[in-house]
């Protein structure tokens, strides 16, 4: 059980476009969930945190213009990488946690973004 | 949020129990402290939380002293596929909310044949 979805599994996109990753709880309701990027040979780091309706939380230097997170649904957060540009060029995952007391957060696979 | 600290780097060898230590001084009262396993090109992967004592699921144990100061992942006799990086989070874990668990620099656990 506490399957995370997330979709695509890699993107490459021309700068100046947007890109659209989904993160989906496949068996469980998460009011919450979180978005991290990962650099190469480097450790996870908190993006922003989704709440379901209502404004996302993101974290000291990420920008919410940048970064659209939308949590419309208690098992659908997706986030935006508007108008691209090769330095957001990243691994993207996404993790939830079950609305239940001490449940560990669990995470998708990631997504590849590469922008030429 | 609690900071951990965990070595950057392990060796073994196939078969081998390896434990892997991490410091964690300032828990609060309210955290729990999960580990999870990552591959290159991968989400992280849950493998144990607890809070105090031991615990121990089909995959690893989880040692936790009683001041809860530091954690131990005791993985028993690996394979090459336990090469990975594996993380220790401490953090608290509200049904209603929920913060967003900060990831140190893990440990990068290398199996030879």
């Known amino acids: 059980g506490a399957v995370v979805s997330q979709h695509p599994s890699w993107v490459i996109c021309k700068s100046g476009t947007s890109v659209k990753i989904e993160c989906r709880s496949l068996?469980?309701?998460?009011?919450?969930m979180f978005w991290y990027r990962q650099f190469p040979k480097q450790s996870l780091m908190l993006m922003a945190t989704?709440?379901?309706?209502?404004?996302?939380?993101?974290e000291q230097g990420v920008e919410k213009d940048k970064f659209l997170i939308n949590h419309a649904s208690l098992t659908l957060s997706t986030l935006t990488v508007t108008s691209a540009h090769p330095e957001d060029s990243s691994f993207y995952i996404c993790?939830?946690?079950?609305?239940?007391?001490?449940?560990?957060?669990?995470f998708g696979n990631g997504t590849r973004l590469t922008v030429t | 949020l609690a900071k951990t600290t965990q070595p950057i780097s392990m060796d073994s060898y196939e078969g081998q129990e390896v434990n892997i230590t991490c410091s964690h001084n300032?828990?609060?009262?309210?955290?729990?402290i999960t580990w999870y396993q990552q591959f290159p090109s991968q989400g992280p992967r849950f493998i144990i939380q607890?809070?105090?004592t031991k615990v121990t699921n089909e995959v690893a144990s989880l040692f936790i002293p009683a001041d809860r100061k530091s954690s131990t992942l005791s993985l028993p006799r690996v394979s090459l596929s336990d090469t990975a990086v594996y993380y220790c989070l401490v953090g608290f874990h509200s049904g209603g909310g929920a913060d967003g668990l900060t990831f140190g620099k893990g440990t990068h656990l290398i199996i030879q044949p």
């Open positions: 993790s939830a946690r079950p609305d239940r007391e001490n449940s560990p957060l669990h």
């Open positions: 989704s709440n379901e309706g209502s404004k996302a939380t993101y």
């Open positions: 607890g809070y105090k």
């Open positions: 300032n828990i609060a009262t309210n955290d729990y």
């Open positions: 068996d469980f309701q998460a009011t919450t």
